[in-house]
């Protein structure tokens, strides 16, 4: 079974501080790994997806198979990226394909 | 507009009786699932459909049904609630499998 593991509930950083948020899984096969945001007041959107391998709204997340790991970074963090994060991962190459797994959800927040 | 819509928003009702959440979408899209949303547990899987008549189980379907009849609607129900029930439910659609999901707003119930 998958499992992906957000270690900080909650992170806060000061506007213009680089910031990380953690995401690390567990899967025995080659997974799909997502970043989900949900701003106050807004529907859960996600953010990136490793496969497309974009910058969207400055953040950037790279999946390192030997660490298991897809964290979420900024440089320079701004007030409006506040928000819940979420990490999810979809199983791919199995019969559970599409059963996502997300972790437990970082609240971010950014201090002016 | 392209959309995922939950109802009821709010739900209030007492232990045992029957309750049903829709969901729709309007975007032609095969993959539907329900999660719930808990504080610490983060967003749980509970169960998904990757295409008309084509359901299973996520990682908390105890105490839910749902059903795949046509494409655009996806409802969970609750055939006898349980105050453990009470949570934040969020119902998604994508494309496919592995696509990105589109969220609905959310469906906050509270079972007294």
């Known amino acids: 079974a998958q499992r992906v593991t957000q270690p900080e509930k909650l992170l806060s950083v000061f506007k213009g501080a680089p910031v990380e948020l953690k995401c690390n899984y567990s899967y025995s096969g080659s997974p799909e790994l997502f970043w989900y945001v949900q701003y106050s007041r807004q529907r859960l959107q996600l953010l990136l997806r490793?496969?497309s391998r974009e910058s969207i709204k400055g953040f950037t997340a790279d999946l390192n198979k030997g660490e298991t790991s897809f964290h979420l970074k900024k440089p320079f963090a701004q007030e409006e990226d506040s928000a819940m994060y979420y990490c999810a991962l979809n199983p791919v190459g199995g019969t559970s394909y599409g059963k996502l797994t997300f972790g437990q959800g970082t609240i971010l927040t950014v201090h002016p | 507009e392209a959309q995922v819509t939950q109802n009821p928003r709010y739900l209030i009702t007492v232990t045992g009786k029957k309750l049903t959440v829709t969901c729709s979408q309007n975007?032609?899209?095969?993959?539907m699932s329900w999660y719930r949303q808990d504080p610490g547990l983060g967003l749980r899987q509970i169960y998904y459909?990757?295409?008309?008549?084509?359901?299973d189980k996520g990682d908390v379907p105890e105490g839910y049904k749902v059903s795949r009849k046509e494409k655009r609607n996806f409802p969970l129900i609750l055939e006898s609630p349980s105050p453990n029930q009470t949570s934040l439910y969020f119902c998604?659609?994508?494309?496919?499998?592995?696509?990105?999901?589109?969220f609905g707003n959310g469906t906050r119930l509270t079972v007294t």
């Open positions: 975007m032609n899209h095969e993959y």
């Open positions: 998604a659609s994508s494309r496919t499998g592995g696509s990105p999901l589109h």
């Open positions: 490793h496969i």
């Open positions: 459909s990757m295409n008309v008549e084509v359901t």
